[in-house]
């Protein structure tokens, strides 16, 4: 080998050599810097867009101690302090973020920079939160902000005076999107009592598989609250249909507030036509005739029908009496007389009204003294029902009085007429008979039925 040859050989290696030495040193200074962010060293710190200030700066001590500046060899200085040193205002409310709490700040910053805002070390605020707190997106509707990947519309990231960290008070926050509950709940008189605070108690706040964001359906939903409810519509003999249909609370009872007692949704007469209109079917062979009719164009109402009050007579959920009467009431023409069959009756009307045999005012229906109430009803077997003469919603005549009654098969006709002083009834149920209240009809002398 010539000379040349091997003097050129020894000049790559050293050459290699010198360079080899350059890139270590570019890897880890051997003396002291005065920012470790170069074109040499973390580059790539200061090159993102969004870039923690200390770094910005070039001021790396602030959050790292030199073990030996001249081998750039360094630690983090520890605890939580380290970052409240700077961002004082994030810890400072009740409740405040788990990692935050431990110190733990990034878990969820990078501390030297990120593409993300706020130095975030996944792409949203979203994927963040969800690496710690799984949500429901499988579900088939989500809240608004839970679509969007915006957590930070009700979630404070740090710390928050409020339960769950969210921003501001549950139900002020709910109203400040909801601005048609919020009307309602500042114009509507009764408000149900969740809707005064616990909206989360009914609702979820992420998402459900129903529009409403209902936690589950009524009236599973509305139970736990309202036992005394479960157990009408659970134990009564007479049930209302819609109590037990899912949803059916809602077709009553509007969720959050209403003009009307009991949050129901219109007065209960015109809630109640909302299916009375109609026939409606009871049990597998009886129909129930349409409420409208039986008052369409009457001029009489009987009191509750009068002042729109379905409850006066009935319970909506459920009872121990046919028609579900609050009280009990003969559904029958005849009735041996017990005071207690007309529980429903004497809420209203005093009880001396069958009681008393004879009597100058209690009531009109009677001939001289004698009271016609008591001689119908007041029988030890076969006593006529109040509904065997009146109506019970309303009617064409006075006092309510009917013009025909069902009796089996037949239609049996009342022939009420009126007259000043008293009045005549011509039923099926015996020959025409008058009454007068001041002159007294002597019924001795006239002639009876025969069987």
């Known amino acids: 080998m010539k000379m040349s040859d091997r003097f050129c050989r020894m000049f790559v290696v050293l050459l290699i050599g010198v360079v080899a030495s350059s890139a270590l040193a570019a890897e880890k ?15 790539d710190y200061s090159k993102r867009t969004f870039v923690h200030t200390p770094v910005g700066l070039g001021d790396c001590k602030s959050c790292h101690k030199a073990v030996k500046p001249e081998e750039h060899t360094w630690r983090v ?56 707190h799984p949500l429901v997106e ?18 404070s990231t740090h710390s928050s005076d409020y339960e769950s960290l969210l921003t501001m008070e549950p139900l002020q926050l709910c109203i400040s999107c909801h601005i048609v509950t919020k009307s309602e709940l500042e114009k509507f008189e009764f408000i149900h009592e969740p809707a005064k605070g616990d909206c989360a108690g009914c609702h979820d706040p992420h998402g459900a598989d129903n529009w409403q964001m209902l936690r589950t359906s009524a009236p599973d939903m509305c139970y736990p609250c309202h036992e005394d409810i479960k157990k009408i519509a659970d134990t009564s003999k007479h049930k209302h249909n819609v109590v037990s249909t899912e949803d059916g609370c809602l ?47 009457k001029k009489y ?3 509750p029908v009068k002042e729109k009050d ?17 009280k009990e009431y003969p559904p029958v023409f005849y009735a041996p007389f017990a005071e207690e069959n007309y ?12 009681r008393t045999a004879r009597t100058d005012d209690l009531t009109n229906f009677r001939n001289g003294n004698l009271n016609l109430h008591f001689l119908h009803v007041n029988k030890e077997r076969r006593g006529r029902t109040c509904r065997a003469c009146h109506h019970t919603h309303a009617s064409n005549l006075p006092k309510h ?17 009126k007259t000043e002083t008293g009045g005549t009834c011509s039923p099926g149920c015996h020959l025409p008979k008058d009454y007068d209240r001041e002159t007294a009809v002597n019924y001795s002398a006239r002639p009876t039925a025969k069987p």
């Open 301 to 303: 109402l009987h009191g």
């Open 251 to 297: 077709m009553c009872h509007t969720p959050h507030a209403s003009t009307v007692k009991f949050i129901l949704k219109s007065d209960p007469t015109t809630l109640c036509m909302t299916c009375h209109d109609k026939a409606v079917g009871i049990g597998t062979d009886e129909v129930l005739g349409a409420f409208t009719a039986e008052i369409e164009n």
């Open 77 to 132: 200085l520890e605890g939580k302090d380290l970052c409240e040193n700077c961002h004082l205002e994030q810890a400072a409310k009740k409740n405040v973020h788990d990692p935050l709490k431990t110190g733990d700040c990034v878990q969820c910053h990078d501390p030297h920079s990120s593409e993300v805002k706020a130095l975030l070390k996944k792409k949203s605020v979203a994927e963040l939160c969800r690496s710690c």
């Open 343 to 354: 529980d429903l009756c004497f809420g209203c009307h005093p009880k001396t009204l069958v």
């Open 401 to 417: 009085i009917r013009e025909s009654v069902p009796y089996g098969a037949w239609t049996l006709p009342v022939g009420f007429s």
């Open 29 to 43: 200074p051997t003396s002291p810097q005065k920012t470790c962010v170069t074109e040499e060293c973390h580059a």
């Open 138 to 155: 499988q579900a088939e509707f989500l809240h608004g902000p839970t679509a969007v990947g915006e957590c930070s519309v009700c979630h």
């Open 310 to 326: 379905c409850s006066g007579c009935h319970v909506s959920h459920g009872s121990e009496h046919f028609r579900l009467l609050a």
